[in-house]
């Protein structure tokens, strides 16, 4: 299967900062990349998608500003959560899609404190 | 709004035997369907992916779709403890994203 490296895996930040998640396809081309959140016990929710070179799609009550995403490449997505709160914490997992299956990022435990 | 439904669980087997799990789905143009199993803390994995009616068989898991009835299941032989997980249906559609939706995934249970 294809390889997909997410990091980093854990992060802690304080309230206020803000947090960078990379996501990179390793030996694949992704020309678009999910990027979901997961609560405990919860299951998936999309907060967006991205095509390379153009701007991400944002799910209904996900804010733009606040989870900037970037697909540069075919390689590469970035997720920035900016001025992180308690309440942003959560599972972040990446998945770049190709032909017609989704593939998952390790994922990244966000914890604000 | 597209929707895909399975029951939470937990569905607790008990070693050795047949775990079935359910799908439906409310959108007929999906297109292309996956279960895919998550560990607690973990990133979901691809189990089995099925595209046209019938069953599809890899190993000691069987995927089963009904398209006509917008149902999708997966059936588990020989469960092992080790096959307790969440286990997530998705689907796709044809549109030019192909965007996944997820179920909120079943709790299987596999007692020793």
């Known amino acids: 299967g294809a390889v997909v490296s997410q990091h980093p895996s854990r992060v802690i930040c304080k309230s206020g900062t803000s947090v960078k998640i990379e996501c990179r396809s390793l030996?694949?081309?992704?020309?678009?990349m999910f990027w979901y959140r997961q609560f405990p016990k919860k299951s998936l929710m999309l907060m967006a998608t991205?095509?390379?070179?153009?701007?991400?799609?944002?799910e209904q009550g996900v804010e733009k500003d606040k989870f900037l995403i970037n697909h540069a490449s075919l390689t590469l997505s970035t997720l920035t959560v900016t001025s992180a709160h308690p309440e942003d914490s959560s599972f972040y997992i990446c998945s770049p899609f190709m032909n017609t299956e989704a593939f998952f990022g390790q994922g990244t435990r966000l914890t604000v404190v | 709004q597209k929707e895909v439904e399975q029951n939470s669980g937990p569905l607790s087997v008990p070693e050795g035997a047949i775990a079935s799990l359910n799908c439906t789905y409310s959108?007929?143009?999906?297109?292309?369907f996956f279960w895919y199993r998550q560990y607690s803390g973990k990133s979901p994995e691809l189990i089995m992916s099925i595209y046209s009616n019938g069953d599809k068989e890899d190993g000691r898991f069987t995927a089963q779709l009904n398209k006509a009835s917008q149902y999708v299941s997966l059936l588990i032989r020989d469960s092992q403890p080790s096959d307790s997980a969440t286990y997530l249906c998705?689907?796709?559609?044809?549109?030019?994203?192909?965007?996944?939706?997820f179920g909120t995934g079943t709790k299987l249970q596999v007692i020793p």
């Open positions: 959108d007929r143009v999906s297109q292309s």
């Open positions: 998705a689907v796709t559609d044809p549109g030019g994203y192909q965007k996944v939706t």
């Open positions: 991205s095509n390379e070179g153009s701007k991400a799609t944002y």
């Open positions: 030996d694949f081309q992704a020309t678009t």
